[in-house]
């Protein structure tokens, strides 16, 4: 087998592709070609058949995504850690606690770094200590406005949750893996269940804990694409609409793709893509028991379901890992990564960062997100006092 960088951790079993001569197994691997990378691992012998290459294409600006979120995250983690603290303030030499003997080192480049948000007090017989900047500390008060604007919509996006779960119902420990990327505080099940006891509660299940739905809501059993349909007028439109050649289609069953620069479709491949569009399919909010994946609709259900879940989050993107935890709530099918990679005009799946993510391509104009919560846009404020202006990227972190 030979070694690759792994951009997936959600590995098939038995699904081979052929490449010069020979079968891979799928896997993600970085080409040394520009613009994209193979999706094969390991050998098998092609029996003498000309093999066909299958490659998936890298998008440039949403690679960069990962990377404009590294020191904004340094930033946005050294402030809630100082924020935590008793004093407004984190003594130097306990920094390593918070952080690790090896973040520290990067954590004190940031301290140096931005002297605007940062101010090291201390010396001589007082230990030195960082806290807020006056500037960062009078941006920062203004955080409890955003989560107090958070709070409805978060409200929402749980009850939406439960709802895309076979049986409305998730164990708080899968929630809480998520978090972060919902804005939910780290201590929701406290000091945001309790609050709303005629929509949610928890209850003991084979000694693990759950979060259960308490009543059903249609009027929230709409998707986010379908959202974006009536805001377009899509629905309602009795102008018969035509394919385009990228395989945009606009009809009530359609997704938006995005395919980079250098995807050349043929023309048996848009036909395909175009006799999928039009394909009606259930909705993701009913209970996924009821269909066989067998089904070419219930395999595009599926895709409604991936949406609609990166849909929920404030950045439009999950690592695998994450979407892996909610394998068995969400009835996702095994080959969960084949079914990304075959759609790649609607997902993308980045190897940069810590751990491969896989990202909404509608939800971002380049390396943009389109529309932020409150959450987000406060974030984008703290930071611009380092003088970067618009943040590219949402910042995913601890909330606090």
């Known amino acids: 087998m030979h070694k690759c960088m792994r951009i ?15 079968q891979r197994l799928c896997h993600p691997l970085p080409s040394v070609r520009v613009g994209h990378m193979w999706v ?21 600006e949403l690679d960069r995504v990962m990377e404009l979120q590294k ?13 935590s603290q008793k004093n407004q303030c984190l003594l130097l030499r306990d920094l390593e606690k918070e952080v690790g003997f090896v973040q520290k080192w990067n954590f004190m480049g940031i301290i140096e770094k931005y002297p605007s948000i940062f101010r090291v007090t201390g010396g001589n017989r007082t230990p030195p200590m960082v806290m807020l900047a006056e500037k960062a500390d009078k941006v920062a008060l203004e955080e409890s406005e955003a989560r107090a ?21 998730l164990p708080l420990e899968t929630i809480q893996l998520i978090e972060n990327e919902l804005g939910l505080p780290s201590d929701f099940e406290q000091s945001l269940v309790p609050k709303y006891p005629q929509f949610f509660s928890v209850k003991d299940v ?39 050649k990228d395989g945009n289609y606009v009809g009530p069953f359609a997704f938006q793709l995005r395919y980079p620069a250098g ?32 089904d070419p609709k219930a395999q595009k259900r599926v895709v409604a379901v991936l949406h609609e879940f990166l849909s929920l989050t404030m950045e439009k993107r999950l690592t695998s890992g994450q979407i892996d935890a909610f394998h068995s709530e969400f ?38 997100l389109i529309c932020k919560c409150p959450l987000l846009l406060f974030r984008d404020k703290f930071v611009e006092l380092t003088g970067r202006r618009g943040i590219d990227s949402c910042i995913g972190l601890p909330s606090s």
């Not at 909705?283 to 009821?290: M, W």
């Open 206 to 244: 084979n000694g693990r804990t759950f979060l259960q739905l308490e009543n059903w809501d249609s009027s929230l059993a709409v998707t986010a694409r379908e959202e974006r349909l009536v805001h377009e007028g899509v629905l309602t439109s009795k102008v018969q609409a035509r394919i385009l």
């Open 263 to 294: 995807f050349r479709p043929n023309v048996n491949y848009l036909k395909e893509v175009q006799k999928w569009q039009k394909m009606e399919f259930p909705s993701p909010y009913l209970n996924a028991r009821r269909f066989e994946l067998a």
């Open 331 to 368: 009835r996702l099918p095994a080959r969960l990564l084949l079914c990304l990679i075959k759609h790649q005009g609607i997902f993308y799946i980045t190897n940069k960062g810590a751990r491969s993510t896989v990202i909404l391509k509608e939800a971002y104009d380049g390396s943009t």
């Open 149 to 169: 604007q958070m709070e409805p919509i978060l409200v929402k996006t749980l009850r939406k949750l439960l709802m895309l779960s076979v049986d409305c119902m």
């Open 40 to 60: 094969q691992i390991m050998f098998k012998t092609s029996g003498g058949r000309r093999p066909k290459k299958k490659t998936y294409y890298r998008v440039n």
């Open 8 to 22: 997936f951790s959600l590995i098939e079993s038995q699904k081979w592709f052929t490449f010069d001569g020979r």
């Open 71 to 83: 020191k904004p995250s340094l930033i946005l983690r050294l402030k809630s850690i100082i924020q």
